[in-house]
């Protein structure tokens, strides 16, 4: 008797709508829904070390990388890669005045094998607008390695490397 | 000031030529000659390194400096001994003997450089990656998980003497 004296045939109907849609939402599959993984890490640069080519690394010292991958398992997907760098504010693990950044998107595949290890996974990435590839090698589930344009390990330096951990 | 690059064009990946060895600065004596395999530097995190050798640092420890030096006999290559400067046992350096083993639950081809393989409560395992990358694993020869700004990685490096 409540419901029927504050619901006009409008309301009612919207609340019926509302009962449906709610159950709809239970019950949708949402494991089409692409996971993401993300890698973060804190590699050297210098005028000479620009693992992205556009970078103006005449005057850096590191670079705070965040890699985010979706569908991991499935063996392809698209990226996100989101890298400041430039020189280190002393006393922090921050970018002195900001930094620069490089923002990029585009789509990633797999490969097999590096110098000495043949049957080791690559994980390609292909910006948008045709840039050249940047390749890691799979260590685990957990750990990314960049590598240089032979395939080998890049190799860091005392206070960074290029190793890239999966944060939650 | 912020500034922003949003790269569409350009080419990636590092020149092979370039990815070398950088230079690090000593002050100690240098390790020379044929019986020097290599020497190795990175910044790992420390709790975990120190929870591993059951020693106690204090909270303030956030970050451990490596610097591992290997030594190998000069006629052979077998591995001697090693030299680490790490922070976990305080300013002196920490002397072991290492050796190689083969393998890892991940890996069964892995080179595996164990450090005081005589002393497994003091024990430090790195996988190496290659001639220049070595990731320190976990006490079940796991790799280990770094974080934004630490990693488990040492480096090969250039020691070139520094003045005072």
Redesign the interface.
Known sequence: MLIKTFLTPLNYLLLIWLILNLQWLATTDTSHLSAETTFVGSTPCSKNIKPIRSMDTSDCEFAKWTIVISDVETGKGHFTLYCVYGMTLPGTTQVRNGGAVIDLKGTWTTEKGIAGFPNAQVIRLDPYGGADPIRLVKLNERLLHMLDEEKKLMIGNPAWSYTFSMTK | ????????????????K?????K?ITYEEMPVGPTVYGVF???SPCQEMAKQVSIEMTPSCTKL?W?LTLYVDATTGNPTTFTSYMGLYGRTPHKGKWAIRKGCP?DKNATLIVLDADKPNESFTLMK??D??L?ILDPQN??R?????????????QLVKGER
């Not at chain 2, 974080?147 to 480096?155: A, G, P």
Request: proline letters at 2%; glycine letters at 8%; a neutral charge.
């Open positions: 000031m912020l500034t922003v690059f949003v790269a569409h064009a350009g080419s990636a990946q590092v020149l092979a370039n990815n070398t060895p950088e690090s530097e990175g910044r400096k610097r991940f990656g290659d220049n990358v990731f796991q790799f998980v770094g974080t934004m700004d630490l990693s488990y990685t040492l480096n090969r490096v």
